[in-house]
């Protein structure tokens, strides 16, 4: 069974630029998630679909991030314009019992 | 509102000794608790998890954990440690399937050989 893709592993950019990560779940996973995680911090939940429904965003500063499940399948998350705090490792999971399985991450650098 | 702490930042420990890790959690109902570990550079794997029954779960890589509910904890516990054990390691909690983790602040492991 293949785990959790996220592309691209590191990108990096200048601020005001704008970023897109994409996340393909494992199959038959209903709900998604978008986590941040900061250098020696543990991740916290930026948004979380259920199929296509974007079921909890609160956390999600949406003047400048935005996020989409189209199809209840692939997500992609924006950012636009990035900014130099918006460096950090954004990880995507999946789940269908409660338990998230984690792709590895995308690392962004904003210089 | 779920929360979860790990008050140890970071822990050394020789090779083939015991470890410990402690983690106290916050939650009005029955929480779902896990055990992720993180390599550098990698993504979150499951080490275990506690819904219900058994107190004392069994994980993966010889580790187990303990859910004690008077005292909000749930301590990942390992017999005898290996220098590739050595990674930062996350304790979470969640309301239900489907649900958020709310994540700790992680524990780095440290193995001195």
């Known amino acids: 069974e293949a785990g959790v893709v996220q592309s691209p592993r590191y990108k990096i950019i200048e601020k005001k630029q704008p970023v897109a990560f994409w996340c393909n779940p494992i199959?038959?996973?209903?709900?998604l998630y978008w986590y941040l995680q900061n250098l020696g911090q543990g991740p916290e939940l930026l948004i979380r679909?259920?199929?296509?429904?974007?079921?909890?965003d609160s956390q999600l500063p949406k003047d400048r991030f935005s996020a989409e499940r189209l199809k209840g399948v692939d997500s992609t998350l924006k950012i636009q314009p990035a900014e130099l705090g918006d460096s950090a490792v954004y990880l995507c999971?999946?789940?269908?019992?409660?338990?998230?399985?984690f792709g590895e991450g995308s690392r962004l650098t904003v210089l | 509102a779920q929360s979860v702490t790990q008050p140890d930042i970071h822990i050394t420990v020789s090779e083939g000794a015991s470890l410990e890790l402690r983690c106290n959690y916050s939650y009005g109902a029955t929480p779902y608790l896990f055990w992720y570990v993180q390599s550098p550079g990698q993504g979150l794997q499951l080490l275990l998890k506690y819904f219900s029954g058994d107190t004392l779960v069994q994980g993966i890589k010889g580790f187990e954990a303990e859910f004690k509910r008077s005292q909000s904890s749930f301590n990942l516990r390992k017999p005898s440690v290996h220098w590739s054990d050595a990674a930062e390691y996350f304790c979470?909690?969640?309301?239900?399937?489907?649900?958020?983790?709310?994540f700790g602040t992680g524990t780095r492991l440290q193995v001195t050989l």
């Open positions: 199959s038959g996973h209903n709900t």
């Open positions: 999971a999946s789940s269908r019992t409660g338990e998230l399985f």
């Open positions: 979470a909690v969640g309301a239900g399937t489907a649900s958020k983790l709310t």
């Open positions: 679909y259920e199929n296509e429904e974007a079921v909890d």
